[in-house]
Each structure stands twice: as C-alpha cells, then as structure tokens.
C-alpha cells in the first residue's frame, strides 16, 4: 500500500490490506513468498507497499530458509508466504528446522475460504494441524477483524523466551472482506509468560558450585547467540578461566582464538572438548539442550559431573540429563548475574582455582589438534579448501552450511570468530538449507560477504534459488564441495556396512555440470580440482559482488569426517581415525579428581 493510500483512522480496508498493515506495524521489512489463489488478495496490496520488499522465491521451502537465515544473521524475525495446501506444506520442513534451531519466524499463508474449510476443497490443507508440533504457535483466521492483533501476537511469541516459529493461516474470505484496521496497543497472553529473570538463590547456588569443583568446563550452545549473551560469556570465562567448548549452533559465541576455547564437542567434535565434558566435574550448560549428537550414550555421558543448567525454555531442563541446579531465564541475564555472584564469591574468600585442570586440557588440545591427511594422489583435499576459504573470506564473513561431511568440515576448519557468521542447520539436519540460507543472510545483511557452503547432493536440492538471487540483485558466493556421493552416508557405509555403497553415488562431477548450471542462472561459475588453484579461485570469487558467484571445488571422494563418535556409542570411544583413539594420560590430576 502506497504512502498515499495508507487509510485515515476508521476507514474501512480489505482484510489483505490490514495484513500488510500489520506487517509493516510489526517491523517486518523483507518477506519470501510465492503467491497462490488463496494468498492472492493479500499480493494486490503488496505491490504497493514501500516499507515491505518481496522477494520471489522458486519453491516455498527456499522460502522458508530464506526467512530462517535472514533471522539467523540479524536476531530480527524473518517473514515467509505461502498460499494454501502444497504451498504451505513445502513450508513444513523450514517450519521444523526453525523450531529444532529457535530460529524466530512467522509464516503467513492462504487459506481456502472458511465455509469450504473441512470440504477437501481445491488447495486445501489442514497446515494448522499438520504444523502443531513443530511451530511455537499457530493461529487460523476466520475474521478480518483479527488480523492485526493476531499478526502482532505471532511476531511477539516468535522473538520472545526461546525464539522458534509461528504460522498464522489466513482464510480467503476473511483477505476479502472489509475490516477496520486497528493495531493493538497492548497484548493478552495469559498463557504466555516467558521467564527471563533468573531465580537469585539458584544464580548464588550455582556460584557455590562453581567455586567448590575442580573440573568444569562453560557447556555453551546456541541459546547464548540467540540470547545476545556472547560479552557476557567471554566476561565469565576470562573472569573464571573455565575452559569452554561450543555446540554446533554456538559456533562463535566464544572466538576459537582465544586460549580456553577447546571447540566443538560431540559426535564429531575435537578430543580436548569431547574429552573435557567426559572428565569433567561440573557441567555449566548455557543455551544448551544435552542433545543425543552431543551427550552420545546418554547413560555414560560425563559420569562424574554435576550440571548447572540454565535455559530460556523449562522444558528443556532436565529432559535429558538431571540438573543439579537448574535456572530458568534469559541466557544473557543469567551469565550477567552469575558474573556478579562469583565476584561475590571471590570476595568472601571463596574461588575456585582450575590451573591444573586447564593445563590439562591445554595438553590435551595440544597433542591432539583437528588435521586431516593430504590424499596421495594430489587431489583436491575438502578440509584444505574450507581452511583456505575461511582465511581469505575471513571471520566477518557468514557462512551457512547445509548438512553432512562439508557442515563438520566447515564447523572445524574455518575459524569463528563472531556471533551470527555461521548458520547451519543443526537440529533437523536439512539438506538444501544452504543456498536458500545464505539469499536470506545476504539480504539481511547486505554489507557482508556471504558463503554457502554445500555439499553437491544438498546443492541440488535447493539450488534453484540461484534465479532467486540473480533476479533480486542477492549476490552470494557458494562453494559446493563436490565428491560427487552423498559423503556422510557414503562415510557411514564405508565404516558400518562393509563398503557396499547402495545409492549413494551422485556422479556430479559429470552431471550437471555446476559451471554450465550456474551460468544458466545468471551467475559466474568456477571450477577448482587442484590444490595450487584453490587460493587465486577463492579471491576471484571474493572480486566478484554485482552476480552470485559458484565454485564447483571437486574434491578427494574418499576423505572422512573425523574426529567420530559412533551412534549410539560412549563419547569414551571417540576415534581420530578409523582404528587410531586418544590415549588417555591418567596424570596426577585425572587420579586426584576423579
């Protein structure tokens, strides 16, 4: 709706065009959406509108993961459109990925008309039933008089306690009919009341834990970047000394420069981070949820320690591993007052001294850094293109990745420095998230250099967006580390299935032909398959900013994500290679505090 059109006070309007009313009330500023009958009305008063821009996507699930990494990169909500039935079911997998990640956004979709809903009607879909489980509220509106508040409500559960989705599902007939529109000044949600001031007693409490242990380490996941938290984070570590390893989704919360960073811990995460928890004697979980990729086997996940676990969202404390004190807030507010406790405690006296046991670590890290072995052959190894990728694009970078070997691989060896560079999808493991993710990251930060970093199986799930942002002027860079297999089950078939590769051989190093592909597209293609190009291939990528850029890094198809736990197994029984473990120092702290 034009500035020229915006409707004087209780002037009637469509309910469409309270919809974009509320949109602009609610501060959203880009929205990805492909329009349908059943969302069309709402598109006539679009067109019009200076405050929103629409970005046509190719298919609803880049949508959706645009929305996700825009939010992702920025802490703002991010905004999808869907029409009704299979548009808004090819929301469904971003739906869940955002609800795994605590990634706020809100969906807006068409609906059938209200007297047809339950008919089986043309595009119809039950989505406020079929998306239940797996968005943090859902609305269906019936009213147009209900537009604007429902719209407000949807924007305030999404960004608030522990962010995730929210789809508000929109009749035809109630975009048609007229309204007045209203935005609310202030919201009921009687229901809904967040907790983001951590309880005092159970702040001192874990303070008094912290100062009596020996062994504890910061357990610090994605809660803390969603939460802001990352100066306060490094404040009680440098404060403490307590080691710190971060989650998947926490990458860059804590700089992996700094001295008591010991990395990513789980299934395939460093020794000393694995190692840390396992020994353990405190646990002090931040934002963290004790996922099973982390913990491994539950029942011998660090044996030895208590838990400290602070969390935005109740649920998640104590749902898999006792909490011995637990806190429930706001992550940033709790690190802040736990700051302030510990100072407390270290002026009565009482602090704790973890010299010995960082040292440790420190050995530890020492003896068993990340690395990777150089194929004999002189092919192109992964690890060394997103180590070379990391140090020419740089930690200011954002780069999000899709899932499987080049995710660990880009979670290891390409250093973070910085809250919000690096998006992934962690909790559902979505392939194709990358592509879509990155168009998304780069529109909401267009002064950022963007990466997408895909695997060529994932590459060709979404890559279709690549129109998307030719067409829209998104110019992101992706590099597709092409091993032409699906390598992580490739991997897993290597290790538990005696070699016979059933279905996992893309052969795409032939077809397509990424550089043709990505050309037809609008954008520059390169290819790279020697190690001597890698770094000239990179920064000619990185010269490149008017035209999205794809480099097809055809890479050793045999190489292996390692450190690995295997599923379902103890964390004990991490291997750095096939047949080659850490071997434990049982030294004279290991004896004294165990």
């Not at 995460?269 to 931040?286: K, N």
């Not at 007052?337 to 050995?363: F, I, K, N, P, Q």
């Amino acid at each position: 709706m034009s500035e020229a059109a915006q409707p004087a006070a209780g002037e009637t309007v469509t309910g469409a065009q309270s919809l974009v009313l509320a949109l602009e009330h609610a501060g959203a500023e880009n929205i990805f959406g492909i329009p349908g009958g059943a969302i069309l009305p709402a598109y006539d008063p679009l067109f019009d509108s200076v405050k929103l821009r629409h970005i046509l996507v190719r298919h609803e699930q880049g949508a959706g993961h645009a929305a996700q990494g825009y939010a992702a990169a920025t802490g703002k909500v991010g905004v999808c459109m869907a029409t009704s039935g299979p548009g808004a079911t090819n929301l469904v997998t971003p739906l869940a990925d955002a609800h795994m990640d605590s990634v706020p956004l809100v969906a807006i979709t068409g609906q059938v008309a209200s007297a047809a809903i339950g008919t089986d009607a043309f595009q119809e879909a039950d989505i406020r039933g079929i998306t239940m489980p797996i968005t943090k509220h859902n609305f269906l509106v019936t009213d147009p008089a209900e537009i604007p508040r429902t719209v407000a409500e949807a924007f305030y559960i999404a960004s608030t306690g522990r962010p995730g989705p929210v789809l508000v599902d929109i009749s035809k007939d109630a975009l048609q009919a007229r309204t007045t529109f209203v935005w609310p000044t202030e919201l009921s949600l009687p229901g809904y009341r967040p907790v983001t001031k951590p309880h005092a007693r159970q702040v001192r409490e874990a303070a008094r834990l912290i100062t009596a242990s020996h062994k504890p380490v910061l357990y610090v996941g994605g809660g803390v970047i969603r939460a802001e938290a990352h100066a306060e984070l490094r404040v009680l570590a440098e404060q403490t000394g307590i080691p710190v390893v971060t989650t998947l989704m926490a990458r860059g919360a804590f700089p992996d420069s700094h001295p008591q960073h010991l990395g990513m811990p789980g299934m395939h995460g460093t020794v000393a981070a694995v190692g840390a928890l396992q020994r353990s004697d405190l646990i002090i979980s931040l934002g963290a949820r004790f996922d099973d990729r982390v913990t491994g086997q539950l029942s011998s996940f660090a044996p030895h320690a208590k838990v400290i676990h602070a969390d935005i969202d109740p649920a998640e404390i104590g749902k898999n591993r006792h909490a011995d004190v637990p806190i429930v807030g706001d992550c940033r507010e709790v690190v802040a007052d736990l700051v302030v406790a510990l100072r407390a405690e270290a002026e009565a006296g009482r602090e704790g001294d973890y010299t010995a046991w960082s040292e440790y670590l420190a050995g530890v890290k020492e003896r068993y850094p990340l690395g990777y072995e150089t194929p004999e052959d002189g092919s192109l190894s992964p690890q060394y293109v997103l180590e070379r990728l990391g140090a020419i694009a740089g930690p200011e970078a954002v780069y999000c990745a899709g899932v499987g070997q080049h995710q660990m691989w880009a979670s290891h060896f390409v250093g973070y420095e910085n809250p919000r560079t690096w998006l992934n999808s962690g909790g559902l493991g979505t392939m194709g998230y990358a592509v879509p993710a990155a168009m998304g990251a780069k529109v909401g930060r267009p002064e950022a250099t963007v990466w997408a970093i895909d695997g060529d199986g994932c590459f060709q799930m979404t890559n279709q967006e690549l129109a998307t942002c030719a067409i829209e002027g998104i110019p992101i860079k992706v590099a597709i580390i092409n091993n032409e297999s699906l390598g992580m089950v490739r991997q897993w078939q290597t290790l538990f299935y005696n070699q016979r590769y059933s279905n996992t051989d893309l052969q795409s190093k032939r077809i397509p032909d990424f550089v043709k592909l990505a050309e037809a597209y609008g954008c520059v293609g390169l290819a790279c398959d020697s190690p001597e190009d890698v770094d000239a291939t990179i920064r000619k990528a990185m010269e490149i900013n008017d035209v999205p850029v794809v480099v097809d890094f055809r890479v050793h198809r045999d190489a292996m994500v390692w450190p690995m736990v295997a599923a379902g197994t103890s964390n004990d029984d991490i291997k750095l290679a096939r047949d080659m473990a850490p071997t434990w120092e049982d030294d004279d702290l290991e004896k004294d505090h165990s």
